[in-house]
């Protein structure tokens, strides 16, 4: 028989730092449960199990003309089906829609996909994308701001210590009008799929002058963490948005899939996999058709 383990449902943050700094052993936060229950499973078993599913406190979505904040407990289906979200960073609501099934998004939350840390988690490379700020409660009492690469480190890894909580996300609204964005995954089935690729994109875009001012571009699961796409951005920014436009766009994304993971079993998929990804963006993000010539001499 495994051995029990503690288990505590504080109504409120006070009550959550109260815990963790009177307790010295192993600490583990559920929130959804959708990663946490297989971890308890599988894995070695905290000491002390902090269930903060219904702490009101860490649910919440507050929009103001500056910055969105989101509570590190609220569902993706909240985020999902949040229409001021929808219109600000239709980017995060589509990640957010798109993670597993409804059952799974009615619990599963934003601060847990984050510290869940795995490659295909589909809003890491959205967070990154749009420069999110991550507050951090930490065991000594203290709260940190952090960079999202500050907290996501690698496979499966963060910086969080022994009993830190994530306690809140904030993202900046950059580009002000001319903000537009999208997310796009890859997945083995349509639904209840890690993503084997996914795409975030942000751009200042002037659609007076049909022109892309700036641009962040961020890919998952082609690492163990989101990676910025820089050199597919460059082909991007100043750029007026047409065929030869979505031509180097999507050549750019191949020469970065080759790039980030030569040699790689899946990089023969993965680079043509992006072009689909790629133009599936575009067409969403200025819904118009783009007629690429590429397919027929995109590299084998
Ligand atoms: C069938 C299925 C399909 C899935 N499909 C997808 C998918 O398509 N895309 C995707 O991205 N993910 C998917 N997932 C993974 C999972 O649903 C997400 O990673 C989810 O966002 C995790 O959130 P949670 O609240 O359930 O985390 P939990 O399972 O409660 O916790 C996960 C980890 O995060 C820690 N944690 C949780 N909240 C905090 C906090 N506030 N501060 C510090 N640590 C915290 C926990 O201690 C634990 O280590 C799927 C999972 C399942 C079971």
Redesign the pocket.
């Given at each position: 028989m495994r051995d029990l383990v503690q288990l505590a449902r504080p109504d409120s943050v006070a009550e959550v730092v109260a815990l963790v700094g009177g307790f010295s052993g192993n600490i583990?936060?559920?929130?959804?449960?959708?990663?946490?229950?297989?971890?308890l499973e599988q894995g070695p078993r905290p000491d002390l199990v902090i269930d903060?599913s219904r702490m009101q406190a860490?649910n919440f979505i507050d929009a103001d003309i500056d910055a969105i904040h989101i509570g590190?407990?609220t569902p993706?289906s909240t985020l999902a089906e949040h229409h001021v979200l929808a219109a600000k960073l239709p980017v995060l609501t589509q990640a957010a829609g798109?993670?597993?099934?409804l059952q799974?998004r009615n619990?599963?939350?934003?601060?847990?996909?984050i510290?869940?840390a795995?490659p295909?988690?589909?809003?890491l490379p959205v967070l990154k994308c749009l420069d999110c700020r991550i507050e951090v409660l930490r065991r000594d009492k203290t709260t940190t701001i952090q960079a999202f690469d500050e907290v996501v480190t690698g496979l499966g890894k963060t910086s969080?210590g022994n009993g830190?909580?994530?306690?809140a996300i904030t993202i900046p609204l950059q580009f002000g009008a001319n903000r537009i964005s999208a997310f796009g995954k890859i997945?083995r089935r349509r639904e209840?799929?890690?993503?084997r690729l996914n795409l975030a994109l942000l751009a200042d875009y002037d659609s007076s002058a049909n022109r892309i001012n700036d641009v962040r571009i961020v890919a998952g699961a082609l690492g163990p963490v989101p990676l910025r796409l820089r050199s597919v951005e460059r082909q991007l920014r100043g750029r007026t948005v047409d065929n030869t436009l979505a031509d180097d766009f999507l050549q750019a994304l191949t020469a970065a899939v080759d790039a980030a993971i030569p040699g790689r079993i899946s990089q023969a998929y993965k680079r043509h996999a992006v072009m689909g990804l790629g133009l599936d963006l575009l067409q969403r993000l200025f819904a118009r058709e783009f007629s690429w010539a590429g397919w027929a001499k995109a590299p084998a």
């Amino acid at each position: 028989m495994r051995d029990l383990v503690q288990l505590a449902r504080p109504d409120s943050v006070a009550e959550v730092v109260a815990l963790v700094g009177g307790f010295s052993g192993n600490i583990s936060y559920i929130a959804g449960g959708t990663d946490m229950v297989i971890a308890l499973e599988q894995g070695p078993r905290p000491d002390l199990v902090i269930d903060i599913s219904r702490m009101q406190a860490l649910n919440f979505i507050d929009a103001d003309i500056d910055a969105i904040h989101i509570g590190a407990a609220t569902p993706l289906s909240t985020l999902a089906e949040h229409h001021v979200l929808a219109a600000k960073l239709p980017v995060l609501t589509q990640a957010a829609g798109q993670v597993g099934s409804l059952q799974i998004r009615n619990r599963a939350t934003i601060g847990g996909n984050i510290a869940s840390a795995v490659p295909g988690g589909d809003l890491l490379p959205v967070l990154k994308c749009l420069d999110c700020r991550i507050e951090v409660l930490r065991r000594d009492k203290t709260t940190t701001i952090q960079a999202f690469d500050e907290v996501v480190t690698g496979l499966g890894k963060t910086s969080l210590g022994n009993g830190d909580i994530i306690a809140a996300i904030t993202i900046p609204l950059q580009f002000g009008a001319n903000r537009i964005s999208a997310f796009g995954k890859i997945g083995r089935r349509r639904e209840l799929a890690i993503a084997r690729l996914n795409l975030a994109l942000l751009a200042d875009y002037d659609s007076s002058a049909n022109r892309i001012n700036d641009v962040r571009i961020v890919a998952g699961a082609l690492g163990p963490v989101p990676l910025r796409l820089r050199s597919v951005e460059r082909q991007l920014r100043g750029r007026t948005v047409d065929n030869t436009l979505a031509d180097d766009f999507l050549q750019a994304l191949t020469a970065a899939v080759d790039a980030a993971i030569p040699g790689r079993i899946s990089q023969a998929y993965k680079r043509h996999a992006v072009m689909g990804l790629g133009l599936d963006l575009l067409q969403r993000l200025f819904a118009r058709e783009f007629s690429w010539a590429g397919w027929a001499k995109a590299p084998a």
